[in-house]
């Protein structure tokens, strides 16, 4: 039985259908089955199909943007579950996301932040027009592996290179990778502000990522 | 060669084919030489190597060696071909280069008509008709005091513009002391003989991120002499106002070199050119001399600000406020712009950052007409603007809600693989009939060579509903003109024998992607709108969509797509340059210049990028609606 929960929620993700996935969660938690196991078995596999039909092309950031919308709906779900039974997803890495200083675009930095998520890594997200500062004290509060930068703007992603600079006075510049992304960024913007790691979407960042904390 | 020698040497740029050369320093890029030359070339990202806009072809010489950003957009076959990136590559000696005309921003169709409707004429320029009494030897007065004189019970408190007063003894005296005196409110702006047949017209303009139009109004009758346009010529710098801001903050340098001065410079310069053959044209037509002596512009927060020479840094950093948001009465001498030498020029005031005096203008020339008719009803208005950023209004219950939505450039060609502006041999309509043929018309008739805005409009809402592409935006396989022969599967719109390139005109996957992007972000925008105003898409009485590109798609497709709520179509009025009609009105109405300052100061901002129901509605709009409409 909880093979067929499995395949119809790994099913939803990969259709788009959000509603779907919400539902077929709260039957499967009322069915009994365990949280890990709709997460592992059920959730996961579906990102990935998502994720693998991003990466050639098949499918774009609408289905990206519904599939990440299904996950969190189920995770929503699943982690009061996860608390009451003192579990945690076995974390693959801690990851601080913001969007720079100057700017407010959210989409694209949860996207990042969701997939992240859904391959194991324990993400921080501290939102949208992030001081400089406080991604500093923030890495120095929760020792990340990896802290992620956005920015959306040609006059914002010099902000990239603010965080990157006052984390290398901070101490930390060989303690924690720093990753960059966002529409106007490009490898060569990453190689010259001294940047870890480029991705160009939301697949490609999980794949750096792993990189980063080799796994 | 280091990078110091580079910079110490001259380098020859021979631009082909439009014959221009420039001489100029090493470390400067071939799309900043071409810029130097007055060469526009397209450059959407602003000079940083992702549009892949301003391509080139090295003809001879040597430049040096491609950057990642060129590895990620050209092929070795490219390369070998001498296909560079203007905006990074630099020479390192004489060069000649071959632009080709995908890569040229000029010969685009320009859209300038707007409805009119009819106001009541009383501009705040006045024309005093008088005789001055000569001076005699018993009449000792200065020329100035006998004009003041003379005046003194019409303009109790006149004020001269130093201009009049520097240039107008000669002109009494070749008038014959008949002339007309010519008053902005109380400011004495300009003489003129009488005896001259001369037509006095003011200059209204609308300044947008990509297009500019310009009218001479009659003042005296409220006719349209002359209306033209061109294309904005800081284009060059950056193809959005984002990348525009980008420029001037990379180029802080003080004096005349500064990016704010050179985009100034820019539009002023296009203007000045503008107004010398519109003023010929009208002076030939009507054999009588023009006296422009006033000016309204209207353009984007941005672009209000770059023409008045308005900080506009932090219009690029959140939260993206205005340096100035009242209107302004500016002396047109201090802007350079050429009209009467004490003439000034009206800027209207803008709502927000991202909803500029054009809005203001675009909502004075159509909501306020709804406004004062439907003042103790409950009638719904939505109007909206369609562009890189599309501006939205919601009237409701004698309340204006406004807000402004990032659609991104696709529906101006650009992030579309075949994608350009409206000039010749676009595709501008395209229809799938039920038999599953494709009919397409191009601009000027000509063999196709891409598509514009509104053909990738109709192409998309035409294979929706035939079925060739699923409500998420995927293609499906049964079609035959879907090939899944390249990386991405694409639809062939136009075969390589029927096009003018001799390649097929295709839609790519990746461009059905931006066009949903695009259309999202309105849809987010309209919906926001009506959950702020507490209605819903049946409510909605009238549906306004003006500016250029909303003139020319076809609204039916629109709602297709689910870009426009689905309303019966007797509701939607396409109603063409209405910021350039709104620019109008102020000219020959002081009573519209209270209305832009009373309207700008009552809207009801609504930022969208905060706003918690924003990512679920734009989520939500990504998808193609249920198929509904015939």
Known sequence: ?215 | MTENSQKQNRFLIELQPIGRRIQVPGGTSLLGAAQLAGVDITSVCGGIGICGDCKIRLVQGELTPPTLEEKDIFTEEQFQNGYRLACQAYPLSDILLEIPPESLTSLQRLQLESQQAEIAIEPPIQIIPINIPAPTITDLRSDFTRLQDELKSIVPSMKVEYPVLASASPVFRKAKWNIQAIFNQDHLVSIIPTQNPTIIAGLAVDIGTTKVAAYIVDLNTGVTLVQDGLMNPQIAFGEDVISRISYVINHPENGETSGSKVLQERIRDGLNKLIQTMQAEIEQKFAKQLEIVDAVVVGNTAMHHLFAGFPVQQLGLSPYVPAVSEASLIRARELGLNITKGGSVYLPPNIAGYVGADHVSMLLATLYQYRKELAYTNKAVVALDIGTNTEISLLHNRQIYSCSTASGPAFEGAHIQDGMRAAPGAIERVQITKDGKIHYKTIGDQPAIGICGSGILDVIAEMYYADILDEKGALLNHHPRVSRSGRFPEFILANEDETGHHQAVVVTRRDINEIQLAKGAIRAGIDILLYEAGIEVGDIDEFIVAGAFGTYINVKNAMRIGMFPILPLDKCHQVGNAAGAGAKYMLLSKYYRELASKIAHEVNYIELSNHPKFTEEFSKSLFFPIKYLP
Not at chain 1, 122 to 134: N, Q, R, S
């Open chain 1, 1 to 215: 039985m909880s093979q067929e929960f499995f395949a119809k929620l790994t099913q939803s993700l990969i259709e788009g259908d959000p509603d779907a996935t919400s539902e077929i969660t709260q039957t499967a938690l009322a069915a009994g089955i365990e949280p890990m196991e709709i997460i592992k078995q059920g959730l996961i596999p579906g990102m990935n199909v998502v994720g693998e039909k991003f990466s050639t092309g098949e499918y774009f950031l609408p289905d990206l943007i519904i599939a990440a919308d299904g996950m969190q709906k189920a995770m929503v779900l699943l982690e009061p579950e996860l608390l009451k039974r003192h579990q945690a997803i076995e974390s693959t890495g801690i990851v601080i996301l913001g969007t720079v200083k100057g700017d407010i675009h959210e989409i694209g930095k949860s996207l990042v932040g969701t997939m992240l998520s859904a391959n194991g890594f324990k993400v921080f997200d501290l939102g949208v027009d992030v001081a400089t500062d406080t991604f500093v004290s923030k890495a120095r509060e929760l020792k990340p592996d990896i802290i992620g930068l956005s920015a959306l703007l040609t006059t914002t992603m010099v902000n990239q290179r603010e965080v990157i600079k006052a984390l290398a006075s901070a101490g930390m510049g060989d303690k924690v990778k720093v990753m960059v992304g966002g529409a106007p960024v490009t490898r060569g913007w990453a190689e010259e502000i001294g940047a870890d790691g480029y991705a160009e979407d939301a697949m490609g960042a999980v794949q750096i990522a792993r990189q980063l904390v080799g796994k």
